[in-house]
């Protein structure tokens, strides 16, 4: 890259403790995903990539969590006369005709007010676009958004900005999760523990080949962001499936520790939130894992809505009715039996081990894997 433009990586709330970790993700994902760049250095609290293609690069970037937003900006002196001529000269080049564009400044200025610099830069605008009929609109309805970032020594004007997927940084937690992954819903659950830091091992279990196909699909959007240049994932073929929720979590509680025990994992991941889950249930399945000396933990704790939000960011807005129906499925709380040995040990012994690489061909390499026509 050149011009002083810049990849510049904005950190969540919960990532600017973890800002040197984030850089590292970064460097690390760049690499794995084959993206070439020369230099990642900081300004403040933002980080810097330079790199030969910001376009894909920054889009390789956003798979990553921790990260509140990203801009390609031009990097420029924080001074009053060259912020507003620059806002000027690049907003001139994005606008088209008949446009609205809002002007909004952030960070911290030297000698000057935000507000000031936004109304010189809007005015410059006004009369800079009059032939092509450019108008400023507000901070709630605009076609164009001209964005800039300023520290204490520089102003960072963009020129393209995503927002991006929040959360904490990537395997910030230094420990490992078991997530097991039988619908759209339990797919979100281990998507919500690597949001929150955890490092994932995910265990799938189906019953019928066409759910397979689905859940791959639905692994496909979620492997890329579990910074894992190879992924180890363990299918079950389990043909005890049956029931509501609970019945489902209860008879996979029991598989999961086993896992979790045999790989020496301490933390499990329970597909379930206490918006829809009765707390009795939520307490039963929770007694269960501490009994076998092991940790539940329930990633969409406290998570509402935002859901979608999650399920949205990540492309699969397609399995949102499916999640809708889970939330509103009702779950009653019912005396369940332990589950026997035999269920278990003949889960266990349907067990199908597949390594996958990172890359394009993510579905069709599992399925050959797992020698499953498609």
């Not at 091992?201 to 189906?206: C, G, H, L, T």
């Not at 935002?306 to 129906?325: M, Q, R, T, W």
């Amino acid at each position: 890259m050149s011009n002083n433009t810049y990849i510049v990586v904005f950190p969540s709330l919960f990532a600017e403790n973890k800002i040197s970790l984030l850089m590292e993700n970064i460097k690390k994902i760049l690499k794995i995903q084959e993206q070439n760049f020369s230099k990642i250095s900081r300004d403040e609290n933002l980080i810097l990539v330079d790199a030969n293609d910001p376009v894909f690069a920054s889009t390789t970037i956003n798979l990553l969590f921790g990260i509140k937003q990203i801009i390609i900006a031009r990097q420029i002196k924080n001074d009053f006369k060259t912020v507003v001529n620059e806002i000027t000269r690049i907003g001139t080049s994005l606008l088209l005709k008949g446009e609205k564009f809002y002007v909004r400044i952030q960070g911290s200025p030297q000698g000057y007010v935000i507000k000031d610099a936004e109304l010189a830069a809007t005015s410059s605008l006004i009369e800079k676009n009059k032939k092509i009929n450019g108008k400023p609109g507000t901070e709630e309805r605009f076609d164009k958004l001209l964005f800039t970032y300023i520290t204490k020594s520089n102003a960072y004007v963009s020129i393209f900005n995503d927002k991006g997927l929040g959360g904490t940084v990537n395997n910030s937690q230094n420990q490992k999760i078991v997530c097991g992954v039988f619908d759209e819903f339990s797919a979100i659950a281990c998507l919500e523990s690597i949001k929150q830091g955890f490092e994932v091992k995910i265990v799938v279990f189906y019953k019928k080949y066409h759910e397979l196909v689905n859940l791959v699909k639905i692994l496909s959007k979620i492997l890329p962001r579990t910074l894992q240049v190879k992924s180890h994932i363990e299918f079950y073929k389990v043909s005890e499936i049956s029931g509501d929720l609970f019945s489902k979590n209860f008879l996979f509680v029991e598989v999961l520790s086993k896992i979790a025990t045999r790989e020496k994992i301490l933390n499990v991941s329970l597909p379930i939130s206490p918006l829809n889950f009765p707390s009795s249930l939520i307490m039963k399945l929770q007694t269960r894992l501490f009994e076998l000396g092991l940790m539940p933990y329930i990633p969409l704790s406290g998570i509402g809505s935002e859901i979608f939000d999650n399920v949205k960011e990540i492309g699969l807005e397609k399995y949102i009715s499916k999640i809708e129906k889970t939330l509103q499925a009702k779950i009653t709380d019912k005396h369940k039996k332990k589950v026997s040995n035999k269920i278990i040990n003949n889960i266990l012994k349907n067990k199908k081990d597949v390594t996958i690489r990172l890359g394009p061909n993510i579905v069709h390499e599992i399925l050959d894997s797992l020698e499953i026509e498609h």
